[in-house]
């Protein structure tokens, strides 16, 4: 078991930033990719973006590619999400995920999330 704490969320106008956090605790060493995820009211869940354990390999999705960067902290059981230049469209519940996959319904582990909302 896994369990995900994601913190860092809020209210922002568009072109702001915010940096979401997410802790990991439980059977971490077994944790190599770590992936942030979002949902928009009546929407799926959305992949956002993908780092590997040293950080060397990330992924995004197109729609954050260039204004979100991903970044973890082993020590700490830590994985980042920093949003710049954040559009009304980023708005959503943001999770973090053990997970390398982009389709959610391959991941296994989620915590509550945090809310993201941007407005114009």
């Known amino acids: 078991q896994v369990q995900l704490v994601e913190s860092g969320g809020g209210s922002v106008q568009a072109g702001d930033s915010l940096r979401l956090s997410c802790t990991a605790s439980?059977?971490?060493?077994?944790?190599?990719?770590m992936g942030w995820f979002r949902q928009a009211p009546g929407k799926g869940r959305e992949f956002v973006a993908t780092i590997n354990w040293s950080g060397s390999s990330t992924n995004y999705a197109d729609s954050v590619k260039g204004r979100f960067t991903i970044s973890r902290d082993n020590a700490k059981n830590a994985v980042f999400l920093q949003m710049n230049n954040l559009k009304p469209e980023d708005t959503a519940l943001y999770y973090c995920?053990?997970?390398?996959?982009?389709?959610?319904?391959?991941?296994?582990?989620w915590g509550q999330g945090t809310q993201v909302t941007v407005s114009s």
């Open positions: 439980g059977r971490t060493g077994s944790v190599y990719y």
């Open positions: 995920t053990p997970c390398s996959f982009r389709d959610a319904g391959l991941c296994k582990y």
